[in-house]
């Protein structure tokens, strides 16, 4: 059984940076289709904030330049490097991992952005 657990939220100025992490175990073989970050904002859908598929990095227009989607391999890791922070950032963030037959999630962790 492959666990997923999530990382690294928590209250930040704006401007300030956080980095959010999404750690896996269980898994001998884990090789994932696609990864990704996503949010909930309340009051809004769940929105896609970055991917990598096919080797390339994607980004909603909202955070491009100043979020980082990164991934370690060897720690089966997955990063989301949030920099120069807004009040419109704040939502609860979850990992995913687009496996063959099934998606995996993380549990959510919260990240507000207020002075």
């Known amino acids: 059984q492959v666990q997923v657990v999530e990382t690294g939220g928590g209250l930040v100025q704006p401007g300030g940076s956080l980095r959010l992490s999404c750690a896996t175990s269980g898994a001998i073989f884990f090789t994932p289709n696609a990864v990704g970050w996503l949010r909930q904002a309340p009051g809004k859908e769940r929105e896609l904030v970055a991917d990598i598929r096919g080797g390339r990095r994607n980004y909603a227009d909202s955070v491009k330049g100043r979020f980082t989607i990164s991934q370690d391999n060897a720690k089966k890791t997955l990063y989301l490097d949030m920099n120069n922070l807004r009040s419109e950032d704040t939502a609860v963030y979850y990992c995913?991992?687009?496996?063959?037959?099934?998606?995996?999630w993380g549990q959510g962790i919260q990240v507000t952005v207020s002075s």
């Open positions: 995913k991992f687009v496996m063959r037959g099934h998606d995996l």
